[in-house]
């Protein structure tokens, strides 16, 4: 049962941020919310995680609010390449699944 | 380094017959997890194999579905009697320790049942 709540599809204009938002209201003190994408055809990538402090890497920064409940994804400077399906995943505090759901297909436009 | 592998990349194949698919992981890698993506859709959890210890099958969703990870490293997953249900890709990923952050995922293998 995925628990996070992620927009369909947005579009980002080439050299642009992209913003992906990701909520996860229901999400427990332990668990920590990851990033994935998808690009066409391939296998899914990691981006960044986190558990509730801002998290920077050369891929992506990722933000969650000071309730937990909600955390977006920024690419500072999307490129075409970036264009893929960004799933946000929290992990449960038990077991070892991740629930990937139907992710955010984001398009970056030249 | 070799990634996660996976055979075949395509499997066509009548309902009703078996498949047999094949993940490689990558070595050393003690965590094993297979995935099931039908068109469109996100990725389905099916079974996470780790060490010695019992795998998590929560995610299977019929009887018809069974995997095995021989040795701790090469795992094949099997799917008996094949509806056309069942036409999807099928992922598999590794990772280094069950608690580890990042898993490594193969290209998958696309299984059409006609």
């Known amino acids: 049962d995925a628990k996070t709540t992620q927009p369909t599809s947005m579009d980002c204009a080439e050299g642009r941020a992209a913003n992906l938002p990701c909520n996860h209201s229901t999400i427990s003190g332990n668990e920590y919310v990851y990033w994935y994408r998808q690009i066409h055809s391939q296998g899914p990538q990691y981006i960044i995680h986190g558990l509730k402090n801002n998290e920077t890497n050369e891929m992506a920064s990722l933000i969650i609010t000071e309730d937990r409940k909600s955390s977006t994804l920024i690419l500072p400077h999307a490129t075409l390449r970036d264009t893929a399906v960004y799933y946000c995943?929290?992990?449960?505090?038990?077991?070892?699944?991740?629930?990937f759901g139907t992710g955010t297909s984001l398009t970056v436009i030249p | 380094g070799a990634g996660v592998s996976q055979s075949p990349s395509n499997k066509v194949t009548e309902k009703g017959k078996d498949v047999e698919l094949r993940c490689d992981p990558i070595?050393?890698?003690?965590?094993l997890y297979w995935y099931r993506q039908s068109l469109g859709q996100g990725l389905e959890f099916l079974i996470y194999?780790?060490?010695?210890?019992?795998?998590?099958k929560s995610g299977l969703p019929s009887d018809r579905f069974s995997a095995e990870r021989t040795g701790g490293s090469v795992s094949t997953l099997t799917i008996q009697r094949t509806q056309q249900e069942d036409s999807a890709v099928y992922l598999c990923a590794s990772t280094p320790g069950w608690e580890y952050n990042e898993q490594f995922f193969g290209p998958g293998t696309r299984l059409t049942v006609l």
């Open positions: 194999f780790q060490g010695n210890s019992a795998p998590d």
């Open positions: 070595s050393g890698h003690t965590a």
């Open positions: 995943i929290v992990r449960p505090s038990t077991g070892n699944q991740f629930y």
